[in-house]
């Protein structure tokens, strides 16, 4: 939880006990007064941890950029070759799990080789 989290926390539990009334909560807070309604309603049914955003921990989308990089130059280094000889997404996902221990669908395989030309 961060610091804005816990400072909304702090106004939030003054609120409930009472210390505060919600038009001040939302100034002290810097939101409007439905959005202060919306946050009390949170902070009542789940404390503190319910004011943290929903996307906090999941990975973005730039580090699936760079996994689907890291894949395609594998693909493209170990299992490239000559038209011909080159695996297909079926057979290159098949051997990434079995080699590299990265498990990735053979479509979304197939369209990343796609995209790269491969």
Do not use: C
Request: charge should be positive; charged fraction near 30%.
């Amino acid at each position: 939880m961060g610091t804005k989290e816990i400072r909304l926390g702090e106004v939030l539990s003054r609120v409930q006990r009472g210390d505060l009334k919600l038009t001040e909560a939302a100034a002290l807070m810097g939101v409007s007064y439905r959005q202060a309604k919306r946050l009390k309603k949170l902070y009542g049914e789940g404390g503190g941890q319910a004011l943290v955003h929903g996307q906090v921990g999941r990975p973005s989308n730039r580090a699936e950029e760079q996994r689907r990089e890291r894949v395609v130059e594998w693909v493209r280094e170990h299992y490239g070759g000559a038209p011909g000889e080159r695996f297909g997404p079926t057979l290159a996902a098949e051997h990434l799990a079995l080699d590299h221990e990265i498990e990735v669908p053979r479509e979304t395989l197939r369209r990343w080789m796609r995209a790269a030309g491969l």
